[in-house]
Nanobody, 127 residues
Framework: QVQLVETGGGLVQAGGSLRLSCAAS????????MGWFRQAAGNERESVAA????????YYADSVKGRFTISRDNAKNTVYLQMNSLKPEDTAVYYC????????????????????WGQGTQVTVSS
């Protein structure tokens, strides 16, 4: 079992930055693919970014490439999502999720592969 807790959400103006953190506890965090997903009101949940357990492979949705950066610190059992140049369309509840265990270079944007989820944190970007 893996427990995930997201922090760092809030209200920010367009063009601003936020850093989300996801602290994991339970099973061996370092062997799990970690992903960030988001769900805006009235929309389906979508993949934002993912990172392999080694940190060597990453995935980004086209809508956030060049603006968001995912990283992880396995010693701290924490994954981060640095969000820069935020836009109003980034407004959503952001979820951290874990999938695995897996190979060192594996990442995934497929929601069904993620079996552990955090409670979500709200990010609101004002125009």
């Amino acid at each position: 079992q893996v427990q995930l807790v997201e922090t760092g959400g809030g209200l920010v103006q367009a063009g601003g930055s936020l850093r989300l953190s996801c602290a994991a506890s339970g099973r061996i965090f370092s062997r799990y693919v970690m992903g960030w997903f988001r769900q805006a009101a009235g929309n389906e949940r979508e993949s934002v970014a993912a990172i392999s357990w080694s940190g060597g492979s990453t995935y980004y949705a086209d809508s956030v490439k060049g603006r968001f950066t995912i990283s992880r610190d396995n010693a701290k059992n924490t994954v981060y999502l640095q969000m820069n140049s935020l836009k109003p369309e980034d407004t959503a509840v952001y979820y951290c999720a874990a999938a695995g265990p897996s190979g060192s270079g594996y990442t995934s944007s497929r929601e069904y592969e993620y079996h552990y989820w955090g409670q979500g944190t709200q990010v609101t970007v004002s125009s």
